[in-house]
């Protein structure tokens, strides 16, 4: 059986949500800690084909491990927003009660002047655990028909 190979858990959540959208049953998800973890996990599948979602920048480190390789640009979350717009996603922020929260964030001096695309990042990470929170929420809204290509690879691939 086809086993999936994720960074972190927001990669996890964000499959997950997607999966059950579908009605796709998804197999093993093992979380590696970082693309740099994908050698150990592998290693320990003993020899279990695998299929892969990581980041752009983290794609080398696990290319040679995996089966499929499926790339986010420039993240899980990069993805996600461009598949909603901006605006949906500023909207998922308010409905959470966080917007004073985002615009705080938007006003620091490190932040002034650039595009809300660069402070979202920020506040996806910013905070312990909303990663993992806002990859379900955004996964739980974004359109089933705008899925962003390497998350339905992902599903694709590994749907038992």
Do not use: W
Not at 38 to 47: F, I, Y
Not at 120 to 139: E, I, S
């Amino acid at each position: 059986m086809t086993v999936v190979l994720v960074e972190g858990e927001s990669d996890r959540v964000a499959l997950e949500v997607l999966a059950e959208r579908r009605g796709i049953r998804l197999p093993t998800v093992v979380v590696t800690g970082g693309a740099g973890g994908a050698r150990r996990a592998v290693a320990s599948l003993g020899g279990e084909p695998t299929v892969g979602l990581v980041d752009a920048a983290e794609r080398e480190q696990m290319s040679g491990f995996v089966t499929r390789l499926f790339v986010c640009t420039p993240d899980l979350e990069g993805e996600l927003v461009r598949a909603l717009g901006i605006d949906a996603v500023i909207g998922i922020i308010e409905a959470e009660g966080e917007g004073a929260s985002f615009r705080r964030l938007q006003h620091q001096p490190a932040q002034r002047g650039r595009p809300v695309e660069a402070h979202l990042p920020k506040f996806f990470g910013g905070r312990g655990g909303n990663k993992p929170r806002y990859a379900r929420l955004l996964a739980a809204t974004v359109p089933l028909d705008r899925i962003p290509a390497p998350l339905d690879g992902v599903l694709q691939a590994a749907a038992v």
